[in-house]
């Protein structure tokens, strides 16, 4: 069984600029999750889909976060305009269960 | 509201030494307890649960047991290899979110010396 897959694996962008990550879940698992790991520091939750429907995404900072999953497969994160402070960890996980969580690899961002 | 507390590392250990990582967490009721492991490069594996008091999960020579009456969670292996060096999440499943809003620790880092 493929993992998760998450492209790219590290990106990075000056200030300003547009940035989106992809994720590719599990085949089957319905439940989407997008973390920010911060260095140091464990996941924290940004939004989760249920499907296709964003069931929680009240840590997501709407102004420049948004994010979509149009099937209720693959789903797109993306900031505009990314800031100094973004630069950290996103992480995509995927669940069957609602319980274990399986984690893809991450994208590093940097933005300078 | 519900958090979860781990050391701080690093930890630096030499092969065949025994690990302990300290774990408590704050919640009401039972939540599911979970360790987690990432690897250098990777994304976040489940090493083991527990889903109620005195349960121990346990998974490649690691165990932890759900210790309700001092709210803790804590890693334990006999004896670590060179291969365990990663970091390890503590995490909480509370019960009043559905069952899914998962809360990490910070993470420990592990270092297994030869």
């Known amino acids: 069984e493929a993992g998760v897959v998450q492209s790219p694996r590290y990106k990075i962008i000056e200030k300003k600029q547009p940035v989106a990550f992809w994720c590719n879940p599990i085949s089957g698992h319905n439940t989407l999750y997008w973390y920010l790991q911060n260095l140091g520091q464990g996941p924290e939750l940004l939004i989760r889909y249920e499907n296709e429907e964003a069931v929680d995404d009240s840590q997501l900072p709407k102004d420049r976060f948004s994010a979509e999953r149009l099937k209720g497969v693959d789903s797109t994160l993306k900031i505009q305009p990314a800031e100094l402070g973004d630069s950290a960890v996103y992480l995509c996980a995927s669940s069957r269960d609602k319980e274990t969580q399986y984690f893809g690899p991450g994208t590093r961002l940097l933005v300078l | 509201g519900d958090s979860v507390t781990q050391m701080e590392g690093p930890v630096t250990l030499s092969e065949e030494a025994f690990l302990t990582i300290n774990c408590t967490y704050t919640?009401?009721?039972?939540?599911?307890l979970f360790w987690y492991v990432q690897y250098p490069g990777e994304g976040l594996q489940l090493l083991l649960k527990?889903?109620?008091?005195?349960d121990k999960g346990s998974n490649k020579g690691f165990e932890a047991t759900y210790r309700k009456e001092t709210t803790s969670f804590h890693l334990e292996k006999g004896s670590v290899q060179v291969s365990d060096s990663a970091v390890y999440f503590c995490a909480l499943l509370p019960l009043n979110t559905g069952g899914f809003k998962t809360i990490f620790g910070a993470g420990t880092r592990l270092f297994v010396k030869a």
């Open positions: 919640a009401t009721g039972y939540p599911s």
């Open positions: 527990a889903t109620k008091a005195d």
